[in-house]
């Protein structure tokens, strides 16, 4: 797998003619969202266990580094957009104590069902919703974080996703986009290798769902690299833009703040 041979779309995702990207392939919008949820309904079961395998289990360092940059203190309002099984939101709700309000939401409803029980087997009563990140359904200006987690990528237009979540932080309140990003030029062969033959095998073993694992190797070469999502943040109205590589890059951390 060289450089050559995929070319990241538009900075928001879509193209003028109606059609995006789902990995290598291009589909129409409507057909990109009917791909995702397949998706993730598919792998919603083995999410966790693929994932600690996936990354030798360094997500959990990644996710503990976010949850450290982003500060939640007692009594904050908290939304985790794409929160899937839920990680984030378990220590957001430990943060933010009785008097904050934590919200867990995402697309997938597969996805939702996972967290929502895991937060409830680990005590914690976290409001959920069904909800497209695109055309969120909440007030302006109502949370003081804001926090994407490996799902930015898999939206169709993540400059409405972005605005949109921008629109619903407080002044002086931060968004934080947790994605695969763009790995350092030396270790780009070894990666492709393991993204294009590992995944997709531990996918077949374990998850029984190769294809799905094969999309995520090809969504993480089209997700726009680190320089480019810092102006997409800067295009959505957010300031003092600035991101941390994780892993030589496997993982990049953005965060702006709404003034």
């Not at 041979?5 to 057909?31: L, M, R």
């Not at 791909?35 to 996710?63: P, Q, T």
């Not at 931060?174 to 350092?184: D, H, I, P």
């Amino acid at each position: 797998m060289s450089d050559k041979q995929y070319s990241p779309g538009p900075e928001g995702g879509a193209t003028p003619d109606g059609t995006t990207h789902f990995g290598f392939q291009q589909v129409a919008e409507a057909e990109k969202a009917r791909k995702v949820a397949e998706v993730f309904h598919s792998v919603a079961s083995r999410y966790d266990v693929m994932n600690d395998l996936m990354s030798g289990g360094l997500h959990r360092a990644w996710k503990v580094f976010t949850v450290a940059r982003a500060g939640v203190r007692p009594g904050m309002k908290v939304l985790d957009i794409a929160g899937g099984t839920g990680d984030l939101a378990k220590a957001f709700a430990r943060r933010a104590g009785p008097t904050g309000e934590v919200w867990l939401t995402d697309i997938n409803d597969s996805m939702l069902r996972v967290g929502r029980d895991r937060l409830l087997d680990a005590g914690l009563m976290v409001p959920t919703a069904v909800c497209d990140a695109e055309k969120l359904p909440f007030p302006n200006g109502y949370f003081d974080r804001v926090t994407v987690a490996f799902g930015l990528r898999n939206m169709t237009h993540k400059d409405r996703a972005l605005a949109e979540m921008t629109r619903v932080l407080r002044p002086g309140g931060k968004l934080l986009v947790l994605e695969f990003s763009q790995v350092a030029k030396p270790l780009r062969a070894a990666y492709d290798w393991y993204s294009f033959n590992v995944l997709p095998w531990l996918g077949r073993k374990i998850a029984k769902d190769e294809a799905s694992y094969r999309y995520l190797a090809e969504s993480i070469r089209m997700h726009p690299d680190q320089p480019t999502l810092a102006g997409m943040l800067e295009q959505a109205g957010l300031a003092r833009v600035q991101y941390f590589n994780l892993t030589a890059g496997v993982v990049a951390l953005h965060e702006g703040v709404r003034l």
